[in-house]
Structures are given as C-alpha cells and as structure tokens.
C-alpha cells in the first residue's frame, strides 16, 4: 500500500467513526468537522489527503505552519487549498506567523495572546483554551478567568471568539476524558447566555484519535485528528 493510501484509508476510518459517534448522539450528519492535524507531516501527506477529500488541517508550530502553507499555496496542481488551523502552543514572538494566516485560532488563553494577535490588524477568529482539569504543566485559562477573557473581546477591532477548546489530561481510557469533555461544553452553555460583543460561542474544539466517540457523544464540532489518519509522527528534532 502506498503511502496517499494508507492516508486515505485512516481519512476513510476517521470519517465513519465520526458519523458512527454522530449517529449515536443523535447528532445531525455532518454537525462534526474533522480537522486533520497534519504536525510533523509531509506537505506531500497534505496532498495526499487533500486528494481524499480533506479541507482542513491544523498545526502546531508557527514555522512548520508558514513554511507548509507557502509550499502549498504555490502548486497550482492541488483541487483545492487546504483550510489552516493553528492548534499549538503560541508565543506572542509567533504570533506574526499565525495572525490573519488561519481560519482559526484554537489556542488563545490570554489577554496578553489576544492583545498581540489584535495588533497585527489582520482580522482573526479564534477559540478560548480553558485548562478544565486545572493541571500545572498545561496551557489554558482557568475556568474561573473564562468570563474575563470573553470580556476582554469587546475591546477587540480585529479579534473575534468562535467558541472554546480543550486538551484533556492523557490517559489510556477515554471514558476518563468525558467529565472534561463535559465540562467544556458547560462552560460553553453557562458562557453564551451572556451576550458580548465579538463572541459566538458555537464551536468546541475536543477529541482526538483515541477519545473522538467521547468529544462527540458531549458536542464537539470540531475533532482534531491525527495518528489515526497519518499514522505515528516522527520524533521532534531539537530545531524544530
Ligand atoms: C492540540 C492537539 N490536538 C490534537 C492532536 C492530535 O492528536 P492524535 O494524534 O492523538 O489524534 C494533537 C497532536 O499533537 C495536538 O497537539
């Protein structure tokens, strides 16, 4: 099997668990967005998933983003242009790499981030990173500071917030990831019954390949999915 097979293989996996999940969730068809996160893959892994049919892809370096995009937003061959993601930590240093550059920004979890992405005067939506399981070593706002940074979006010229975003603690089972999957979207219910300027809180952006069923079955509508589409990633070099 070549390799643009087995990518369209684990895109054709992805997509019936996907569908499956909505089923049983008495979810619309279609209501679940798959982003595939394509971090530490090929621009030729691009393409091949591309030909199968996926719009959207999301990284998780600035540079690896910028370098990915300009090579593909060269060759005219491709059906289509992929839809850029940013899903990984962000530096303000990065955010020059990333502002205006993609249709979202999944990791915003400061006013300081938010302050940054504003000034390069390019318009950008993003989603609120909230650290739901208050775990020491993870990027994302406490719950308790949520209200505030929703706040903070008013003042905003360029930056508007499309929803929230979660990472879970790892485990093995992901039943153990549906209590923060959960809280997510209440934070999301309890949050968009305040009106405020620049903020629609309809996306939540949860699930990855081992926990997609459990995102879904509590509201996600976007999954971001990546070993189960391309397979292992490489190890990460210190350059990168
Ligand atoms: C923020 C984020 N979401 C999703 C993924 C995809 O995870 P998986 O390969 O388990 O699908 C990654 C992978 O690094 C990630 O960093």
Redesign the pocket.
């Given at each position: 099997m070549t390799r643009a097979q087995a990518i369209a293989d684990g895109l054709g996996q992805v997509r019936e668990r996907i569908a499956a999940a909505e089923c049983a969730a008495g979810r619309a068809p279609g209501s679940v967005r798959l982003l595939a996160?394509s971090?530490k893959m090929t621009a030729d892994d691009v393409r091949a998933a591309l030909a199968a049919g996926q719009h959207m892809f999301?990284e998780?370096y600035a540079q690896e983003l910028r370098d990915k995009r300009a090579a593909l937003a060269q060759d005219s061959t491709l059906p289509t242009l992929p839809e850029w993601h940013y899903?990984?930590p962000l530096q303000s240093n990065k955010v020059k790499y990333v502002a205006g550059q993609v249709a979202l920004a999944h990791t915003v979890d400061s006013s300081a981030l938010l302050e940054a992405i504003e000034a390069r005067g390019a318009p950008q939506a993003c989603l609120v990173q909230v650290n739901v399981a208050g775990e020491a070593q993870k990027r994302g706002i406490a719950p308790a500071d949520l209200p505030a940074l929703l706040d903070r979006f008013a003042t905003m010229s360029y930056v508007t917030c499309a929803g929230l975003m979660v990472?879970p603690p790892f485990t093995e089972n992901p039943d153990d990831a549906r209590p923060h999957f959960a809280a997510l979207r209440a934070l999301r219910d309890r949050e968009a019954a305040t009106a405020r300027p620049h903020v629609e809180l309809r996306e939540l952006s949860m699930g990855?390949?081992?926990d997609l069923e459990a995102a879904i079955a509590e509201g996600a509508t976007i999954v971001?999915?990546?070993?189960?589409i391309f397979g292992g990633r490489p190890p990460r070099t210190a350059a990168v």
């Amino acid at each position: 099997m070549t390799r643009a097979q087995a990518i369209a293989d684990g895109l054709g996996q992805v997509r019936e668990r996907i569908a499956a999940a909505e089923c049983a969730a008495g979810r619309a068809p279609g209501s679940v967005r798959l982003l595939a996160v394509s971090k530490k893959m090929t621009a030729d892994d691009v393409r091949a998933a591309l030909a199968a049919g996926q719009h959207m892809f999301g990284e998780n370096y600035a540079q690896e983003l910028r370098d990915k995009r300009a090579a593909l937003a060269q060759d005219s061959t491709l059906p289509t242009l992929p839809e850029w993601h940013y899903i990984g930590p962000l530096q303000s240093n990065k955010v020059k790499y990333v502002a205006g550059q993609v249709a979202l920004a999944h990791t915003v979890d400061s006013s300081a981030l938010l302050e940054a992405i504003e000034a390069r005067g390019a318009p950008q939506a993003c989603l609120v990173q909230v650290n739901v399981a208050g775990e020491a070593q993870k990027r994302g706002i406490a719950p308790a500071d949520l209200p505030a940074l929703l706040d903070r979006f008013a003042t905003m010229s360029y930056v508007t917030c499309a929803g929230l975003m979660v990472i879970p603690p790892f485990t093995e089972n992901p039943d153990d990831a549906r209590p923060h999957f959960a809280a997510l979207r209440a934070l999301r219910d309890r949050e968009a019954a305040t009106a405020r300027p620049h903020v629609e809180l309809r996306e939540l952006s949860m699930g990855m390949s081992g926990d997609l069923e459990a995102a879904i079955a509590e509201g996600a509508t976007i999954v971001r999915v990546g070993t189960a589409i391309f397979g292992g990633r490489p190890p990460r070099t210190a350059a990168v």
